[in-house]
C-alpha cells in the first residue's frame, strides 16, 4: 500500500488515526483520486464507524462529515442503520463496554487482530434510538469539552516552550 502514497489528494486514514470518539491527522497518507476509486469497499461515509483491526484493537470512532470520501486500511468498516443505530451511542459502547469482547475475540500469534467476523458476533445492547440520541448527545458533549481542553493544553504547552 505504501508505494500508492502521494503528497497530497484523498486522505487515507489508518489505525494510528483512529483514537476512541475522534481522527487525528498525525502522520496522514494520502492517496490519488483514482486509487481511491479502486478501493471502493473502504470509502468512508458521514456517520460510519472505523474500528481499529491492529495496534489497539476496539479503538473506534465516528466518521465525520469532513472525511466522507476519504479512504482507509486496516481498520473494520461497519455502516449503521442510523434510523435505528446512533453511530456515537454505537462508538461509546464499543470504545467502552465492548472492549472486553474485542479483547476476548482478537487473533493472531504475535500481533492481535481483531477482525470482521469478530465485529459481526459482538453483542450490542441497543435500546430504543431517542434513549440512543440522548446518551450519545451527552457523550458527544463531553468529548468535544475534552478535545477543546486538549488544544487549549498543546497551546499552553507550546507558549511555555516560546518564553523558556
Known amino acids: 500500500m505504501a ?31 483514482e486509487f481511491c476509486a479502486s478501493l471502493r469497499k473502504s470509502i468512508l461515509h458521514e456517520n460510519d464507524l472505523i474500528i481499529v483491526r491492529t495496534g489497539l484493537p476496539g479503538t473506534c470512532c465516528v466518521v465525520p462529515k469532513e472525511y466522507d470520501g476519504c479512504n482507509c486500511a486496516d481498520v473494520v468498516l461497519v455502516k449503521p442503520n442510523v434510523d435505528i443505530v446512533n453511530p456515537h451511542y454505537l462508538a461509546a459502547y464499543i470504545n467502552m463496554w465492548g472492549k472486553k469482547q474485542v479483547e476476548n475475540n482478537k487473533v493472531g500469534a504475535i500481533q492481535k487482530h481483531f477482525n470482521v467476523k469478530s465485529a459481526e458476533e459482538m453483542l450490542i445492547d441497543l435500546p430504543d434510538i431517542e434513549y440512543q440520541n440522548k446518551i450519545a448527545k451527552v457523550l458527544r458533549d463531553i468529548n468535544d469539552k475534552i478535545l477543546n481542553n486538549e488544544k487549549i493544553n498543546d497551546y499552553l504547552a507550546y507558549q511555555s516552550s516560546m518564553v523558556a
Not at 5 to 31: A, Q
Request: hydrophobic share 30%.
Open 3 to 33: 508505494k500508492q502514497y502521494t503528497d497530497k489528494g484523498v486522505k487515507f486514514l489508518r489505525s494510528l488515526n483512529i483514537k476512541p470518539f475522534h481522527i487525528v491527522e498525525d502522520d496522514m497518507k494520502y492517496i490519488s483520486k
